[in-house]
């Protein structure tokens, strides 16, 4: 089994929809990271948290929102989404030295 | 301009070749030095790290990183099918628990028999 795990692996939704991308770990890693990846823009941040309590936004926060409901799982929200939030979604966890990623998310807003 | 740059590529040699990938970055306070590689439809995993300046060896991989230019490289000898991804550069500062790492763009390589 994959030590960081994402579901869905792939999701088309429509515009103005609510939903939320899921991420579990079984590092045991307190930081968690959720990031975008776009054809040219590499990985921007957008939240992490540093435990269950420690929620911090990103470069690109905006449009999103996230939970934390323990150590080993921390979820992404897209309160109304948009086509431009259409792109491949990552959540991680990390060291100080490694970061760990899972699958990703293939998100496409129609 | 962005903190770390990268040649997006993408970038196609043959069978055998050198390949060098390389990063420039404006932050300084940048001593930890990390390439990650990303196949695809997987999530980026770790290749190399290197702490401040130098080179590092890891089988065909040579990380090498130049502070005063601002500037680290990935060197990949002998290349095979297998290499072909992208490559991400990334890097941090030391010392702070919370110090989050910075990705350059990626460069996508294909290595072609």
């Known amino acids: 089994d994959a030590d960081v795990t994402q579901t869905p692996r792939n999701r088309i939704t429509k515009t103005g929809k609510r939903i939320m991308l899921e991420c579990s770990q079984t590092k045991g890693h307190d930081r968690m990271y959720w990031y975008r990846q776009d054809p040219g823009l590499g990985l921007q941040l957008i939240y992490y948290?540093?435990?269950?309590?420690?929620?911090n936004k990103g470069e690109i926060s905006d449009g999103y929102s996230v939970s934390r409901q323990a150590q080993a799982k921390f979820s992404l929200s897209l309160e109304s989404a948009i086509p431009n939030q259409t792109a491949l979604y990552f959540c991680?966890?990390?060291?100080?030295?490694?970061?760990?990623f899972g699958q990703g998310t293939r998100l496409t807003v129609v | 301009q962005k903190e770390v740059e990268q040649d997006p590529g993408p970038l196609s040699v043959p069978e055998g070749a050198i390949v060098s990938l390389n990063c420039t970055y404006s932050?300084?306070?940048?001593?930890?030095f990390m390439w990650y590689r990303q196949y695809s439809r997987k999530g980026p995993e770790l290749l190399m790290y290197t702490y401040s300046s130098g080179n590092k060896e890891d089988g065909r991989f040579t990380a090498q990183v130049d502070k005063s230019s601002k500037y680290i490289s990935l060197f990949i000898r002998d290349s095979q099918p297998s290499d072909s991804a992208t490559y991400l550069c990334?890097?941090?500062?030391?010392?702070?628990?919370?110090?989050?790492?910075?990705f350059g763009p990626g460069t996508r390589l294909s290595v072609l028999p």
């Open positions: 990334a890097m941090s500062a030391v010392g702070n628990y919370g110090q989050n790492f910075v």
């Open positions: 948290s540093f435990d269950v309590k420690d929620i």
């Open positions: 991680a966890t990390k060291t100080s030295t490694e970061a760990f």
């Open positions: 932050n300084s306070a940048f001593q930890y």
